[in-house]
């Protein structure tokens, strides 16, 4: 039976907003309902206007065309729709390449996952050809269009759609064996020729199953984490546990994490991961360009018909299902964009669905600290504030929440005397077992707030201290930011050739 389309508060300002600007880019993060957005904005314009056209283009796979039609087929609509160009209908749904066969003129032009396709030469191509009045994209990651005052954006954000839509979302940076960080480019974004042994793929395997398995079997209060005996503690027990699941393979310890999407670099990268788990018994299917042309298997993987789902840059698009409980990343981005996609597909349910964002990191320890700024920023872009704002370029001048803690730093004096010296470590949130959403809502309200253990300091700050970037700031700026010594700020800078 099909519903009536139903509008939520911020759904219909949103309508309001196309309805009235021509050129509109809606910035709506996933699981805020973009489709149903555009599906009302079209019937109130062609209700105005019965001769009114429109045509839809999705991205480049079949599958995110299906969710949006299946999504028509849902709904009680008064106008007509196809994904036949043939039919003589008042909305047409295509693909891209579709572009030879489209032959009528249309009053509207909507764009999916535009931050994608909108500059795509085939994409400008359709527009130059249909002439449009009106362009509607859509996207979760405005950040191409921010600045460009051909459109207006209007901007929804994760932290502004009623919990009770969200699943709670922990986000985990585990260190991976891959020597990554010799392979980045000038974007910090890992070569596509870096080629990943078996051993070090294994190895890394081994290492999130582990890390997930914990996870579902002892979630941790924030106050554990904040509390390093605690923690030890309750890891000791854990690995105790641990001890008895010898005998189990990786596929039955898979059956315990429920349905997962593993994110490649490459199309080798994948293979390699499918071999891996093949040879430890875990059950799963790959999909890519070449072997999935028309993206069947990932149909097959949101009708349940198997737990595990490798990918490399399908499954980042336009997927939704509230299925979804894990995506393990293994691409290595450090693109804030794409992990804030990425992680945004485990939004889909309600607060009593725990689901689990796995991010692998560089081996070495000082190099996570790309990873945990990247990280950082795509957590801040849960937030109105940044989401709008972010252009990709700007994210030094961010503010993000940082955490302090007091180590104790064994230290010789000039006699060679072993003496106690206390310092201050800054450490960016990496470890978060809570709803993600309602953390960075909680840290960046009360981040002025002196008894809070989150303060604020610029990326730039953090990058600096890592040794990421060029030092821009005098030693006293970066000292009062971070609280670390005048020693350990130099070791970090000399060690990275500053």
Request: hydrophobic share 35%.
């Amino acid at each position: 039976m099909k519903r009536n389309l139903s509008l939520r508060n911020y759904q219909e300002l949103a309508v309001d907003e196309i309805i009235n600007n021509n050129m509109l880019v809606l910035a709506a993060c996933i699981n805020s309902g973009k489709t149903e957005m555009t599906i009302a904005a079209i019937e109130k314009l062609i209700k105005l206007n019965p001769n009114y056209k429109v045509l839809v283009l999705t991205h480049s796979t079949n599958v995110i065309l299906h969710n949006f039609y299946s999504r028509l087929q849902g709904l009680d609509v008064s106008f007509t729709y196809s994904n036949d160009l043939k039919d003589n209908c008042q909305v047409h749904l295509t693909l891209p390449n579709s572009e030879n066969k489209i032959t009528s003129k249309y009053d509207m032009v909507v764009v999916d996952e535009a931050h994608e396709n909108y500059s795509a030469t085939r994409v400008q191509r359709i527009i130059n050809k249909v002439k449009p009045t009106r362009q509607l994209l859509l996207t979760a990651t405005p950040a191409k269009f921010i600045g460009d005052n051909k459109f207006k954006i209007h901007v929804i954000s994760a932290n502004e759609l009623p919990e009770e839509y969200m699943a709670k979302l922990s986000i985990e940076l585990v260190e991976s064996s891959y020597d990554w960080m010799k392979h980045y480019n000038n974007d910090n974004e890992v070569k596509a020729s870096f080629v990943s042994t078996l051993d070090d793929t294994k190895e890394t395997l081994e290492k999130v199953i582990l890390k997930i398995i914990e996870r579902l079997n002892y979630k941790y209060s924030p106050e554990q984490f904040n509390n390093p005996n605690a923690l030890t503690k309750a890891k000791s027990w854990f690995n105790k546990k641990v001890m008895n699941w010898n005998k189990k393979s990786w596929g039955q310890l898979f059956t315990e994490i429920g349905k997962t999407m593993i994110v490649c670099k490459t199309i080798k990268h994948a293979e390699l991961i499918k071999r891996v788990l093949d040879e430890n018994d875990v059950t799963s299917n790959i999909s890519h360009s070449e072997n999935d042309k028309n993206s069947e298997m990932v149909v097959d993987f949101k009708n349940n018909k198997f737990e595990i789902l490798i990918v490399v840059k399908r499954g980042i698009l336009g997927y939704s299902d509230n299925d979804l409980m894990n995506i393990i990343d293994m691409s290595g981005t450090h693109n804030p964009n794409i992990i804030h996609q990425m992680f945004g597909r485990l939004f889909r349910g309600t607060p009593e669905n725990q689901k689990y964002y796995v991010k692998l990191t560089p081996k070495n320890e000082l190099d996570k600290g790309v990873t945990d700024i990247a990280t950082c920023v795509a957590l801040m872009l849960t937030d109105k504030k940044y989401l709008s704002t972010y252009n990709g370029r700007n994210m030094n001048d961010f503010k993000i929440p940082v955490r302090k803690i007091r180590l104790n730093k064994e230290e010789t004096d000039k006699d060679g005397n072993v003496k106690r010296n206390t310092t201050a470590t800054t450490y960016l949130p990496n470890v978060v077992t809570m709803d993600i959403v309602r953390l960075f809502k909680d840290i960046i309200h009360d981040s002025n707030n002196d008894a809070s253990i989150y303060k604020q300091v610029t990326i730039r700050e953090v990058r600096g201290v890592l040794g990421y970037i060029r030092k821009t700031l005098t030693y006293k700026e970066v000292l009062e930011s971070t609280g670390m010594d005048e020693e350990t700020i130099q070791k970090y800078l000399v060690n990275e050739k500053i």
